[in-house]
């Protein structure tokens, strides 16, 4: 049963880039959320997608926007790259809405230069 | 604004020693309570969890996490460490009533332990 899959593994990009990140959730899973963990933090939460729709949103600008497939696997865009946004990006996956743990693929490193 | 500490950046116990890794969360109403462990290079992986009931959980690898919600804490325990239990532990809440299941992290907590 394969879990969380993402990719790239790793990405480097430059200033003013845009970027896509991609990720299949755990075999049964409908809802895909995405975090950011710069390093020594803690993971912080992007966007949730549950039925195609984004149900759920942080703190983050626009200039982070996803889109989940009829197949429940999941994109992160990130427009306009900042130096800043170098960490982690972590997807984890769950089914609906209920308290079953998420599970989390190995993530994205993304290095901004 | 809701948050999660956890007080130490890193904690250090002998091999066969009991640990403790503290977690306390200033969250509006009871929150879920979860404890993930990260590996190098590595996604998290889901431990135990609090919904309901008995304030002490039981999870996974022989871990467990007392809840006092007086305190409002969620303190991860081990009776027993093992060399291989040293990773990068977080703490995790996500408040009820929301429209998702968003999990607000706490920074972390490095275990190192050691033979």
């Known amino acids: 049963d394969a879990g969380v899959t993402q990719s790239p593994t790793h990405l480097i990009k430059t200033r003013g880039q845009q970027v896509t990140l991609r990720c299949s959730p755990k075999s049964g899973h409908d809802t895909v959320s995405w975090y950011q963990q710069a390093l020594g933090q803690g993971p912080q939460f992007i966007f949730q997608?549950?039925?195609?729709?984004?149900?759920q949103r942080g703190n983050f600008p626009d200039r982070f926007s996803g889109h989940q497939f009829p197949n429940y696997s999941s994109e992160l865009n990130v427009n306009a790259l900042l130096l800043g946004d170098s960490a982690l990006y972590l997807c984890?996956?769950?089914f609906g809405t209920g308290v079953q743990p998420q599970h989390f693929g190995d993530g994205t490193r993304l290095s901004i230069l | 604004a809701q948050s999660v500490a956890q007080p130490e950046d890193q904690v250090n116990v002998a091999e066969g020693n009991p640990l403790t890794v503290k977690c306390t969360y200033s969250v509006s109403g009871n929150p879920y309570l979860f404890w993930y462990v990260q590996y190098p290079n590595r996604g998290l992986q889901f431990l135990l969890k609090?919904?309901?009931?008995?304030?002490l959980v039981k999870g996974s690898y022989g871990f467990e996490a007392e809840f006092n919600k007086s305190q409002t804490s969620f303190h991860l325990k081990k009776p027993s460490a093992l060399v291989s239990d040293s990773a990068l532990y977080f703490c995790a809440v996500r408040p009820r009533g929301q429209a998702g299941t968003a999990l607000i992290f706490g920074k972390g907590t490095t275990l190192s332990v050691s033979s």
């Open positions: 997608y549950y039925e195609e729709e984004e149900r």
């Open positions: 609090y919904i309901t009931g008995d304030n």
């Open positions: 984890a996956s769950s």
